[in-house]
């Protein structure tokens, strides 16, 4: 089994910062792809920004220049720092992350549990 620990969420006002964290644990043989992706209320959930193995990035156009993704691989944990924050950034962020366990032959897609972000003055 695969745990995504997921912590880092809160209250913060316009233009501030937040740093999110999520570390995943079990059996695993490798984790290739993390992530973060977004759900406001009534919207569908969205891709933030996603990091591979080997360090390349991916952002959604609304949050480049503001949030930074990166990884620690040793501590099998990926980061989302959000700076300068919008009240559109209010969602519930959600960790992702593509592996493969110790024992199976191919990669699967993980979700953590959500932690929420609010942006309100």
């Known amino acids: 089994q695969v745990q995504l620990v997921e912590s880092g969420g809160g209250l913060v006002q316009p233009g501030g910062s937040l740093r999110l964290s999520c570390a995943a644990s079990?059996?695993?043989?490798?984790?290739?792809?993390m992530g973060w992706y977004r759900q406001a209320p009534g919207k569908q959930r969205d891709l933030v920004a996603t990091?591979?193995?080997?360090?390349?990035?991916d952002y959604a156009e609304s949050v480049k220049g503001r949030f930074t993704i990166s990884r620690d691989n040793a501590k099998n944990t990926v980061y989302l720092q959000m700076n300068s924050l919008k009240l559109e950034d209010t969602a519930v962020y959600y960790c992702y992350t593509n592996l493969r366990l110790i024992g199976e032959h191919r990669r699967n897609d993980y979700w953590g549990q959500g932690t929420q972000v609010t942006v309100s003055s």
């Open positions: 990091i591979t193995s080997s360090g390349s990035t």
């Open positions: 079990g059996i695993i043989w490798g984790i290739y792809t």
